[in-house]
Every structure is written in C-alpha cells, then in structure tokens.
C-alpha cells in the first residue's frame, strides 16, 4: 500500500503544479492546433488523471482486505512460503503479495500469477503443481510464516 500511496501522492503533485505550468508555458507560445508542446502536455494531463483514477479504486479495495478472512495455518496473502522446487532441485523463498508489488527478482509472488495460484492454501508438507513457462513444477513447502505471524 506504501508504493500506491507514494505514487498517488506523486501523480496528484504532477496534476496540481507540474502539468499546469506545462500547459500554460505551452499556451504562451500561441496557435494551440499546431503546438506539440500543450498536445503533449494535454496528453500526459489526461493520463496522469487515468493512472489516478485506477490507483485510487485499488487503494479502496485493498483497504476493504478483512485479516479475519485470511488463514492462520495456510498460505495466503502476505505469507513468506519457503518450497523446495524439484525442477531445480533448489529452495526458493516466496512471498505471496498483490500484483502492484510483484517482483520475481525479489521472490515477491503476485497471489494472481501461476506459482502463487499453486501456492494458495497450501500448508507445510503439502505440494504445489504449477505449468509455467519453462515447463511444469513441483513444489513441495518445507516452511511457511502467514501475515499473521510477522
């Protein structure tokens, strides 16, 4: 929620000061039909009140998640799941979070993308099999900390 905040929070500065002073700049310099500069400026207006308008609507409902709702013993959003991979006969280290936050390189796992699908409501001991696309895996979760427990 912090990295939608922060970018709110830097999209609502660059509607209020930056894109109106761009505009008005771009007004001075006269004819507006063949002036790139306010057409861009317009442009950017226009998709910086977009980009606004669908990061506001998930902050909503990211703030309507009940941690009542989500499981103690299994793995859901926000847990930390460490899976012995048998295709890469390696442990990897997981966490489940929602797709604005997802970064593979990271080990941060997307609830919505195919290994965290797999993964959902799977307790320790238990194995996931998951197609990806470098073919399919099995992971079996040898440790599992839930949003509860950190």
């Known amino acids: 929620m912090k990295k939608l905040e922060e970018e709110i929070k830097q999209l609502r500065h660059e509607l209020a000061t930056e894109l109106p002073a761009e505009i008005k700049k771009a007004r001075a310099?006269?004819?507006?039909?063949?002036?790139?500069?306010?057409?861009?400026?317009?442009?950017?207006?226009?998709?910086?009140?977009?980009?606004?308008?669908q990061l506001e609507a998930r902050m909503g409902e990211l703030m309507l998640v009940n941690l009542d709702n989500i499981p103690t013993d299994?793995?859901?959003?926000?847990?930390?799941?460490?899976?012995?991979?048998?295709?890469?006969?390696?442990?990897?280290?997981?966490?489940?979070?929602?797709?604005?936050?997802?970064?593979v390189?990271?080990?941060l796992i997307s609830t919505s993308s195919p290994i965290g699908k797999a993964l959902m409501g799977k307790k320790v001991g238990e194995k996931a099999f998951v197609v990806t696309p470098a073919g399919?895996?099995?992971?079996?979760?040898?440790?599992?900390?839930?949003?509860?427990?950190?």
């Open 29 to 53: 310099h006269g004819d507006l039909s063949e002036n790139a500069e306010y057409h861009m400026a317009k442009q950017r207006q226009s998709f910086v009140q977009a980009r606004l308008g």
């Open 74 to 103: 299994a793995a859901a959003f926000g847990s930390t799941i460490v899976v012995f991979d048998s295709s890469k006969k390696a442990e990897i280290e997981y966490k489940l979070v929602t797709s604005e936050e997802a970064d």
């Open 136 to 150: 399919k895996r099995t992971m079996e979760v040898r440790k599992l900390v839930t949003i509860h427990q950190t």
């Open 105 to 107: 390189t990271k080990g």
